[in-house]
């Protein structure tokens, strides 16, 4: 029987390095030849989410992405905030004299390249080693031949990389470990958990006087009918301690100034027009800030993150730790359990 307690005795780092990073000129590739990724930061530095935002993109795999270009060198981060570095900007943004775009671009058809392109955009898993002929990862792993593949390519990789994690990682006074995986529906609950923990942290801010404004370069334009507009006069004070900044600007034309931090620009116009419909169907409960405040949370962290957003590795285990501050982490606003915990003995007759 195989010893997992014992070490190799020559180092193989350098072999897994070439199998993990087999992607990693592709994905150059991708950023270069079809984002053109650096001449757009070069001219617009900006945090993870304005990225995905204007190039359209999806925050899992750009934070892989920028992961990469990072340890690189490529990019740089201050306070959040990706600026290109001095080699990026030389050689891969258009327009230097020294710009390898033509060089990357003989490559751009290259079927990785093309894949990851698409899962820049969709946020949805590739087909195991891009292979045309396999299905997604997460069909595929329902195939035994598949299952048992993928099994031991993970296996090869865990002997060695999973010995050196135990012995970095300190887990004293620790009972349990979260195991996070990439696939689909691997985390089914984890959107109730954020509703849960964006609730309470909304309904906290609102109780203690302390909401976080973002303001707007630009102002939002918005038209009303009647009724809305008259709500929205109605309840002008409580959507300013909300974080929310109107000007009203004509009959039933108001500009929006400023929007709480949870509420992105993209999506302000339509929850405001949800928001103040909720505000008149609700107006009783709209009418004593207690019950404000609770509705109006939870109506936002059920607009607030949209259906198919993904999270990073590092997102998902902060996720948890606050989910359990929160004062009731088993259920979200609506009732509904945010997790199941299963013992080794559920496991075993689960799973055999």
Not at 154 to 163: F, K, P, S, T, V
Not at 174 to 196: H, S, T, W, Y
Not at 296 to 311: N, Q, S, T, Y
Request: include cysteine.
């Amino acid at each position: 029987m195989l010893d997992l307690t014992r070490d190799p005795v020559a180092d193989p780092l350098r072999l897994y390095r070439y199998r993990d990073g087999i992607y990693a000129v592709d994905l150059l590739n991708a950023a270069i030849v079809h984002l053109d990724f650096f001449t757009w930061l070069a001219a617009h530095p900006s945090n993870k989410h304005s990225i995905c935002r204007e190039l359209q993109l999806t925050e899992r795999p750009v934070d892989v992405m920028l992961t990469l270009f990072t340890a690189n060198g490529f990019i740089r981060a201050e306070h959040g905030v990706f600026h290109v570095t001095e080699v990026a900007r030389e050689h891969l943004v258009a327009g230097s004299p020294w710009f390898l775009g033509p060089y990357f671009g003989s490559l751009k058809d290259r079927p990785v390249a093309l894949d990851l392109v698409k899962v820049l955009r969709t946020g949805k898993p590739a087909n195991w080693g891009s292979s045309k002929s396999e299905k997604e990862w997460s069909k595929a792993m329902e195939e035994p031949d598949f299952a048992q593949r993928f099994t031991a390519a993970m296996d090869c990789r865990g002997i060695y990389l999973g010995r050196a994690v135990a012995k970095a990682l300190d887990l004293r006074g620790r009972a349990r470990l979260l195991d996070i995986a990439g696939g689909d529906d691997v985390f089914a609950e984890v959107k109730r958990e954020n509703v849960q923990i964006s609730a309470e942290e909304i309904l906290a801010r609102f109780s203690q006087g302390r909401p976080v404004s973002q303001p707007l370069l630009v102002p939002l334009t918005l038209e009303l009918d009647p009724l809305p507009a008259a709500v929205l006069k109605e309840r002008q004070g409580l959507l300013t301690a909300a974080g929310f900044e109107f000007e009203e600007y004509g009959r039933n034309f108001w500009r929006i100034a400023a929007l709480p931090t949870w509420l992105e620009p993209a999506d302000a116009l339509v929850f405001t027009r949800d928001l103040l419909a909720e505000m008149a169907r609700r107006e009783g409960d709209f009418g004593r800030p207690a019950l404000a405040y609770d509705a109006l949370a939870k109506l936002a962290v059920a607009r607030a993150r949209r259906k198919g957003d993904a999270l990073a590795d590092g997102e998902l285990l902060a996720l948890a730790e606050a989910l359990f501050r929160t004062a009731q982490p088993g259920t979200c606003p609506k009732g509904r359990r945010t997790y199941v915990e299963w013992s080794d003995a559920d496991l075993g007759r689960r799973f055999g």
